[in-house]
Structures are given as structure tokens and as C-alpha cells.
């Protein structure tokens, strides 16, 4: 059998897939459905400081013709101490890392939450969010690169240990360049998560003329097999640049085994997977594990470093 374990911002994952933040992943309950499937480790949905209702249904809709989904769902979470109390219950010893996904509202928030979990001193993972495209009035963080540097210059000294953060696409090179730039400056930044959801697409249905979600008059963010490319160019972007052993961890596009040997190809550490999860249910995991293992033995691949970032190029 092929060797699917990494290890993310030094911490070891049975397997490299995992959930991606805000999919099965609100409540304990899909947390330990996480826990339980074939999935190496899990995120928990992006937590804000106090709890969130999220934005009027329908917010989520799945794409025909399998191509994806579109989703505004709003940051609809239990609010950090929530997720700060089950990250203190977690059994740390069953294998599987655990992921603290944060996206406070302000950097106000943002502090405050990451000095709740650095005085809790747990061995979890915090995951910045810097991308939700769903929240009406405010901009990706991720897209605005001075108001990024100076939100990572106030948390990164709290946060202390390795951290990640969950970046939305960019689609420029010039881009890939600054917040590269920017990353490479920290050095407690362990990770990038490549990609958040493509943001502010619009699904309309052509039969009743209507929009497929509610919120935003139909807009959402994009996400499945077609943002895959994106996020494999986010990916590739990001494993090229950074340095100091600053990993990528890839989100967008995997709906098979095939997906997730991109994305490892592409420069990948751990590969999440957010709308085939939410389609298929926990099962995808022990599928996506066998069909990736599968390729390696076809191409004689016995671990993941073996392949790792070696994408061709003409
Ligand atoms: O697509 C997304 N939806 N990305 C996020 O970061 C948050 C989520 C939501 O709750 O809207």
C-alpha cells in the first residue's frame, strides 16, 4: 500500500486528506463523523468570535452537471469558545491532528480569539482565514495585501508557534508575488491554504429564471472540479515561492483520487476536500484514499515525497 501520511506545520497526519473548513464541521457531531472516516485529520468551520446564524436560505446549492458548487452560507458558527472547548476535550493521542479554522470579523476579533487559544497552550493548529467571500460589506482580507501584513504583523507574535492561513485565489502573478512577499516575512507561518472558494460567481436557473441561492442577489463562491485549475495554479504559485519549508495545503477541484495526485504534483502537503464532501458524505475519504494510492502503485510511486511538486513543465 502506498505511504498517503505528511506532516503539517510539524505535526504528523496519517493520511494527507482532511476536510476543507466549513464542511461537515460546524457541530461534534460532524466533527467526530470526521473523526471517524478515513480522513488524516480535520478543520473545524471557521469560528468567529461570537456566534453566527449565517445569511438566509437557501445558501448552498450544487451545480448541474457535477461541475461544482456555489455557496454563501455566511460564516454560520458556534463562535470560538465552541470550537476552543472541544479543541480542549480532543483526545490529541488518536492519530488524527486537529485544525482550528478563524475568521474573526476584525482584526480586533482575530486577536482577541488567538490569544484565548495561545493562553489555553493546546497542540492544536490554528488556520487564519483571510478569504470568506460571503459576508456582505466586507472584503476578502486576502485581496487587500497592505491590510494583510498588517494583520499578520499583529497575530502572528501571538499565535507564537506554526500557523497557516486560508488564502482566497489570486489570479495575477504580480500577485502570487506580493503576498508570497509578504508570507516569506513570518516565519511562524507554516502553511497556505490554496484555495477558498472562487468568489461572487452567480448560478441562475435557466428554467425559472432564478437565482439557485438567496443571499446577495444569488451571489456566492465557486467551489469543485471547476476551480480546479485555479487552485492547482494557486497551489503550484505558492509551493514555488515560499521558503523557510512553508507549506501548501490544496482545496479546490478533488472529486477523485486523480484530483488529489494533481494537487501533490502541483506542490501539495495535505490535500482538503470540501464540495465532494458535502455531496458524497465521510465516505469520500477512504474512496479518494484508495483511488490515490491506486495511482501510485500504477506509477510506482511508494510515498508522497516521491512526487511531490515535480510537475513537468514544456
Ligand atoms: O466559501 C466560503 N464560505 N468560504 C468561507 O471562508 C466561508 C464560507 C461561508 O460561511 O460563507
Known amino acids: 500500500m502506498a505511504d498517503l501520511s505528511t506532516s503539517i506545520a510539524g505535526v504528523k497526519l496519517p493520511n494527507l486528506l482532511l476536510n476543507a473548513s466549513g464542511v461537515n464541521c460546524r457541530y461534534e457531531n460532524e466533527l467526530q463523523q470526521?473523526?471517524?472516516?478515513?480522513?488524516?485529520?480535520?478543520?473545524?468551520?471557521?469560528?468567529?468570535?461570537?456566534?453566527?446564524?449565517?445569511?438566509?436560505?437557501?445558501?448552498?446549492?450544487?451545480?448541474?452537471?457535477?461541475?461544482?458548487s456555489i455557496n454563501s452560507m455566511g460564516l454560520p458558527n458556534q463562535g470560538y469558545e465552541y470550537y476552543l472547548e472541544y479543541a480542549k476535550k480532543f483526545d490529541y493521542n488518536n492519530g488524527k491532528p486537529?485544525?482550528?479554522?478563524?475568521?474573526g470579523m476584525s482584526l480586533a476579533?482575530?486577536?482577541?480569539?488567538?490569544?484565548?487559544?495561545?493562553?489555553?497552550?493546546?497542540?492544536?493548529?490554528?488556520?487564519?482565514?483571510?478569504?470568506?467571500p460571503n459576508l456582505p460589506g466586507k472584503p476578502q482580507l486576502g485581496y487587500d495585501m497592505e491590510a494583510m501584513e498588517a494583520a499578520l504583523k499583529v497575530l502572528a507574535p501571538i499565535i507564537g508557534k506554526p500557523f497557516g492561513i486560508k488564502l482566497p485565489p489570486y489570479?495575477?502573478?504580480?500577485?502570487?508575488d506580493q503576498a508570497a512577499a509578504i508570507f516569506n516575512k513570518f516565519d511562524n507561518i507554516a502553511y497556505v491554504t490554496c484555495i477558498n472558494s472562487v468568489g461572487n460567481g452567480l448560478a441562475i436557473d435557466w428554467e425559472s429564471e432564478t437565482a439557485l441561492i438567496k443571499p446577495k442577489d444569488g451571489f456566492?463562491?465557486?467551489?469543485?472540479?471547476?476551480?480546479?485549475?485555479?487552485?492547482?495554479?494557486?497551489v503550484?504559485?505558492?509551493?514555488?515561492?515560499?521558503?523557510?519549508?512553508?507549506?501548501?495545503?490544496?482545496?479546490?477541484?478533488?472529486?477523485?483520487?486523480?484530483?488529489?495526485?494533481?494537487?501533490?504534483?502541483?506542490?501539495?502537503s495535505a490535500v482538503q476536500i470540501g464540495t465532494q464532501l458535502q455531496e458524497e458524505g465521510t465516505g469520500v475519504?477512504?474512496?479518494?484514499?484508495?483511488?490515490?494510492?491506486?495511482?501510485m502503485a500504477a506509477?510506482?510511486?511508494?510515498n508522497v515525497e516521491e512526487f511531490r511538486g515535480k510537475v513537468k513543465t514544456l
Open 34 to 68: 470526521l473523526l471517524d472516516s478515513s480522513a488524516g485529520s480535520l478543520v473545524t468551520k471557521s469560528a468567529t468570535l461570537n456566534s453566527r446564524d449565517g445569511n438566509p436560505e437557501p445558501r448552498y446549492a450544487p451545480l448541474a452537471g457535477q461541475i461544482g
Open 98 to 103: 486537529l485544525f482550528i479554522s478563524l475568521a
Open 109 to 132: 476579533d482575530n486577536k482577541a480569539m488567538c490569544e484565548a487559544f495561545r493562553d489555553a497552550n493546546l497542540p492544536c493548529v490554528l488556520e487564519i482565514n483571510f478569504s470568506c
Open 171 to 176: 489570479f495575477d502573478i504580480a500577485h502570487f
Open 220 to 234: 456566492g463562491g465557486l467551489g469543485g472540479l471547476m476551480v480546479l485549475q485555479t487552485s492547482l495554479a494557486n
Open 236 to 268: 503550484n504559485a505558492f509551493y514555488r515561492r515560499l521558503n523557510n519549508g512553508k507549506q501548501v495545503i490544496a482545496c479546490g477541484g478533488v472529486t477523485s483520487g486523480k484530483e488529489a495526485f494533481l494537487h501533490i504534483l502541483a506542490g501539495a
Open 285 to 295: 475519504f477512504e474512496r479518494v484514499s484508495k483511488e490515490l494510492q491506486e495511482i
Open 299 to 302: 506509477k510506482g510511486y511508494k
